[in-house]
């Protein structure tokens, strides 16, 4: 079993930014890759970003590519998403998600484990 802690999330103005973290915990995670997806109020869960196991692919949708940037840190079992320029769009809870395969994905349904959520609000 995995574990997934997010933390950092919060209110920010727009054009500001904030960096989430992923703590993991139960086993390690790095043979797995990593996402992030969101949820809007009153709107399905939409992927965000994803990382490979070792961390030399990453994928973004569209609407944050160039904005915001995933990393991870195998040592420390963490994963972070760098969210810059950040819009009121953006307003969601995020969650982050581990799937026990090599490369990314950006769909759901392969992540086996999934933490709680952060709240993350952009002001206008």
């Known amino acids: 079993q995995v574990q997934l802690v997010e933390s950092g999330g919060g209110l920010v103005q727009a054009g500001g930014s904030l960096r989430l973290s992923c703590a993991a915990s139960g086993r390690t995670v790095s043979s797995y890759a990593m996402g992030w997806f969101r949820q809007a109020p009153g709107k399905e869960r939409e992927f965000v970003a994803a990382i490979s196991w070792r961390g030399g692919i990453t994928y973004y949708a569209d609407s944050v590519k160039g904005r915001f940037t995933i990393s991870r840190d195998n040592a420390k079992n963490t994963v972070n998403l760098q969210m810059n320029s950040l819009k009121p769009e953006d307003t969601a809870v995020y969650y982050c998600?581990?799937?026990?395969?090599?490369?990314?994905?950006?769909?759901?349904?392969?992540?086996?484990?999934w933490g709680q959520g952060t709240q993350v609000t952009v002001s206008s």
């Open positions: 998600a581990a799937a026990h395969m090599s490369r990314p994905v950006t769909t759901a349904p392969p992540y086996d484990y």
